[in-house]
């Protein structure tokens, strides 16, 4: 089983261009989560999805926006991206609700520098 | 928000040596977790303890719990190796998960 999939692994990208980070689960997990890793700063939660077809914002969600057409994928996409963006990218589910706990599956992450 | 805090925020240790982190928290929680990230790897979960709960243990694992203090604590014994690794607590208290900075530890053979 593979669990999470994120690509690409890593991302050179110039300040000012468009990028989607994808993030697809074989897990049949109804909650989808992006966080940010900063080096000091911990996990930082950008957006999540509790099931198809909802999202919301977590704690630093402005310059990003997702979509969740369906249950196994939740992509990130960053319409015109700045230098504060570079960061490494996680995708996480979860099995949220169908028991009164929430861990979470992390993917391997996207490192992505943006110039 | 970020409420996981954990300390200290590094840890050098011999092999076989008893690894102790603590991790506090502002508001009520339904749960608080422990997960581990070795280096350019994904997090994984390692203990979760209900807020009904002030002990568990799973393993090598010692996981605490006091409410009212708003604290836990992280405890690994007869630490290996493999055991390098950064650590992070994370709080649910709203079915989304609070993480903190993370604690680094390193094991010496």
Redesign the interface.
């Known amino acids: 089983t593979a669990g999470i999939t994120q690509a690409p692994t890593s991302q050179i990208l110039a300040a000012g261009r468009s990028m989607t980070l994808r993030c697809t689960q074989d897990m049949r997990h109804n909650a989808m989560y992006w966080y940010r890793q900063d080096l000091g700063l911990g996990l930082r939660l950008i957006h999540y999805s509790n099931t198809a077809g909802t999202t919301g914002k977590g704690e630093v969600p402005d310059g990003y926006s997702v979509s969740r057409a369906n249950t196994d994928d939740f992509p990130l996409t960053l319409a015109s991206a700045v230098p504060s963006q570079t960061s490494v990218y996680f995708c996480a589910s979860s099995d949220f609700g169908s028991s009164d706990y929430n861990e979470q599956f992390f993917g391997p992450g996207t490192r992505l520098t943006v110039l | 928000?970020?409420q996981?805090e954990e300390d200290p925020q590094a840890l050098s240790i011999q092999e076989g040596e008893n690894a102790t982190m603590n991790c506090s928290y502002k508001t009520s929680i339904?749960?608080l977790?422990w997960y581990r990230q070795n280096s350019?790897?994904?997090?994984?979960?390692l203990i979760?303890i209900?807020s009904n709960e002030r002990e568990k243990h799973s393993g090598r694992l010692r996981v605490t719990l006091d409410t009212s203090k708003k604290s836990s604590s992280l405890l690994i014994t007869a630490s290996r190796a493999a055991d390098t690794a950064s650590y992070?607590c994370a709080t649910?208290g709203n079915?989304?998960?609070?993480?903190?900075?993370?604690n680094q530890v390193v094991v010496i053979p």
């Open positions: 928000s970020q996981g339904n749960n977790q350019g790897r994904g997090l994984v979960h979760l209900r992070f649910d079915n989304r998960l609070a993480f903190g900075k993370g």
